[in-house]
């Protein structure tokens, strides 16, 4: 059984700046990738961003150039520094990890940015 256990989530007005932060725990045999998604009010879940073992990423094109996603390996944790945010990024985060063909998820955080 894998846990994710989300933080970081709040209130920020437009312009400012949050990190969100995953951390991982349980049998973990490997790890394909971890990655946020968000799911705003009447919107399905979008991809935010993901990264793989080896480091590489994906971003969506709206948090592309504002949002960089980052990995500790060691600590199996996943962290979302999110920059010049705006309203449209109000949403709650959920962290993801995919492993060996199953898909798990956080509890979801928070994030409200007013204008």
């Known amino acids: 059984q894998v846990q994710l256990v989300e933080s970081g989530g709040g209130l920020v007005q437009a312009g400012g700046s949050l990190r969100l932060a995953c951390a991982a725990s349980?049998?973990?045999?490997?790890?394909?990738?971890m990655g946020w998604y968000r799911q705003a009010p009447g919107k399905q879940r979008e991809l935010v961003a993901r990264?793989?073992?080896?480091?590489?990423?994906t971003y969506a094109g709206s948090v592309k150039g504002r949002f960089t996603i980052s990995r500790d390996n060691a600590k199996n944790t996943v962290y979302l520094q999110m920059n010049s945010l705006k309203p449209e990024d109000t949403a709650v985060y959920y962290c993801n990890l995919a492993t060996r063909g199953q898909s798990y998820w956080g509890q979801g955080t928070q994030v409200t940015v007013s204008s």
């Open positions: 990264i793989t073992t080896g480091g590489s990423t």
């Open positions: 349980g049998t973990i045999f490997s790890i394909d990738f």
